[in-house]
């Protein structure tokens, strides 16, 4: 059975750096046939699509994030991260990694790490 | 980015009843939409993809229709564990994007 797993602190201080990592098990995460998404979950913006990594290592993230966003896979962990820079309280939310099927929407996810951004 | 229109926002609704709610998108995405339940506390799950395509283990009485910009999704006979919030997503160009959600509740 595909899982997929989300860690990382719950509190972030302004302007610092938000860093998640996602544990995938079931399923290879060098798998061509499946990418790997970062979402997440506001009150005030809905869902939003953050970014997706590719098996290869390339990256494909929305443009109202790609200046402070980087995003990294690590096969050997069957992992892959998440590192938002400079953040204040609008990224406050509800992060979710998810399973990216191309034709197909988002199939697996993670069960959402609630990251408040607070000094 | 394409914009997401759900409608209504809330349904109130019995059980046995059957409901749709509609997605509309600002441009033509083909059959390029999921759609999506959630639970409180839980994530998101894929019902539909492909706009009419149901995804393993999702109860039949779920469907979904469209193509272009115009999409539905009908339960046909709600049951209990139905009540919860549906969103839609289009999969069409980057960045993805979702519909406010449709909050189906028990009247």
């Known amino acids: 059975q595909v899982q997929l797993q989300e860690s990382g602190p719950g509190v972030v201080r302004p302007s610092e750096t938000l860093s998640l990592s996602c544990t995938v098990s079931g399923v290879s995460i060098s798998d061509n046939a499946y990418y790997w998404s970062w979402l997440r979950q506001s009150a005030g913006k809905g869902l939003e699509w953050i970014g997706r990594?590719?098996?290869?290592?390339?990256?494909s993230y929305n443009p109202s994030l790609k200046s402070r966003l980087t995003l990294s896979i690590d096969r050997s962990k069957n992992q892959f991260s998440l590192s938002l820079t400079s953040v204040t309280a609008a990224d406050t939310a509800v992060y979710y990694c998810a399973r990216d099927v191309a034709v197909a929407g988002f199939d697996f996810w993670g069960q959402g790490s609630l990251v408040t951004v607070s000094s | 980015d394409i914009q997401m229109t759900q409608s209504p926002s809330t349904l109130s609704a019995s059980v046995g009843d059957r409901v749709t709610v509609t997605c509309r998108t600002s441009e033509s995405i083909g059959r390029r939409l999921a759609w999506y339940q959630q639970k409180p506390g839980s994530a998101p799950n894929l019902l539909i993809f492909?706009?009419?395509n149901l995804e393993t283990g999702v109860p039949s009485r779920f469907s979904g229709s469209g193509f272009g910009t115009e999409f539905t999704l009908t339960v046909s006979s709600l049951q209990a564990d139905d009540f919860a919030t549906y969103f839609c997503?289009?999969?069409?160009?980057?960045?993805?994007?979702f519909g406010q959600g449709t909050r189906l509740e028990i009247k």
């Open positions: 492909q706009a009419s």
């Open positions: 997503q289009q999969y069409n160009s980057e960045p993805y994007t």
């Open positions: 990594i590719y098996p290869s290592g390339s990256t």
